[in-house]
């Protein structure tokens, strides 16, 4: 489910039209993964006490960028996309979208594959 939001963050969704553009102006191989690397430190620098030791953190980002083949202003660019997305809820509702797509989805195979009514009348 967390790939299928990823991929969907990197082709685009409304709200967070910059995360797509930062993919498209830096040819990134696996962007997802460079996406989820980036949301993992987002979301847990949330927590209160999580990200502990700042020059730890600065030289995990610097690892990061590296990784992906970016200077690191152009990682920081993608963090700070990323930050924005999650404060005004972008992040939520594509998961949501993922949730509900998936779920009705298993809702009708189970509607489908059942021969009972569903409704005694």
């Known amino acids: 489910m967390g790939l299928q ?5 990197t082709r685009g969704v409304v709200g967070a ?3 797509k553009d930062f993919f498209l102006d830096n ?3 696996n962007g997802h993964r460079a996406l ?3 949301l993992f430190f987002v979301e ?15 030289l995990e980002q610097r690892l990061f960028a590296h990784q992906f083949g970016l200077p690191l202003e152009k990682w ?22 993922m949730l509900q797509r998936y779920y009705a ?3 009708l195979q189970l509607i489908a ?8 009348d």
């Open 5 to 9: 939001v990823l991929q969907q963050l």
């Open 17 to 19: 039209e910059g995360i």
């Open 27 to 29: 040819k990134i191989k």
């Open 36 to 38: 989820g690397q980036v």
């Open 44 to 58: 847990g620098a949330r927590i209160e006490g999580e990200l502990f030791y700042d020059c730890m953190c600065s």
């Open 76 to 97: 920081d660019c993608l963090r700070l996309l990323v930050e924005k997305a999650l404060r005004e809820g972008v992040l939520d509702r594509v998961r949501e979208e």
């Open 105 to 107: 989805q298993k809702k």
């Open 113 to 120: 594959g059942n021969s009972a009514p569903l409704f005694n």
